[in-house]
Every structure is written in C-alpha cells, then in structure tokens.
C-alpha cells in the first residue's frame, strides 16, 4: 500500500527556510517517480520539482537554484529543502508519487498518489 505523510510546514519570514519532510511506505519508493507540488488559493496545483528512480530531477523554473529535492530509500523518506523563500512561494505542499515515466516529473495529472499536504506561508 502506497502511503505518503508530509510535515515541516510552517510560517516564515522572506528570505527564510524550511525543510518539507514525505514520509512514504517501502513501496513508494519502488515507484518510478516523486515529487513536490503545490495549490496557492485560487490557483491549480503546479509542479514544482521531481525526482525519478535514477535520481534525475527536474525543478520549475520558479524555484531553482532556490529548493533541492532528496531522498533517503533507506528512510523511506523525500525532502524538500527550501531557501530564500518568497511570499509568492505561500501554499498548501503536496508529496506525490507516480508509477510510469508518461507525462514527466511535473504534471500533476500523471502522478498516482498523493499525501494530504502541508501549508507553508511566507511573510514579507
């Protein structure tokens, strides 16, 4: 049974950090892709970085060079670091899993499972 728990949300104040935690069952991690995502209000979900089973990555323009993408497989766990945040970075956090390479590591519609969220804001 795939399960996805994420935490380590929280409020902070532009410019600051915070690491996102995905806690994934054994066999989440046998899937073929995972990611980050995130729904600000009013908007759609949007990609924000994934990673495959090789550890290829693939970060929104948005946040790179600003968020790293991690996983411990011996964890069972996926990391988000995030730094220099922006108030525009404010939304609610959502850890994904995928089980087929079809539609990239972005696309939220080709990714099977997903945690229940996490809200983060960012203050100016």
């Known amino acids: 049974q795939v399960q996805l728990v994420e935490s380590g949300g929280g409020s902070v104040q532009a410019g600051g950090s915070l690491r996102l935690s995905c806690a994934g069952s054994a066999s989440t991690f046998n899937l073929y892709k995972m990611g980050w995502f995130r729904q600000a209000p009013g908007k759609e979900r949007e990609g924000v970085v994934g990673?495959?089973?090789?550890?290829?990555?693939t970060y929104a323009p948005s946040v790179a060079g600003r968020f790293t993408i991690s996983k411990d497989s011996a964890k069972n766990t996926l990391y988000l670091e995030m730094n220099s945040l922006k108030p525009e970075d404010t939304a609610v956090y959502y850890c994904a899993a995928g089980r087929q390479a079809r539609g990239g590591l972005l696309s939220a519609a080709f990714f099977d499972y997903w945690g229940q969220g996490t809200q983060v804001t960012v203050y100016s």
């Open positions: 990673i495959d089973h090789s550890d290829r990555t």
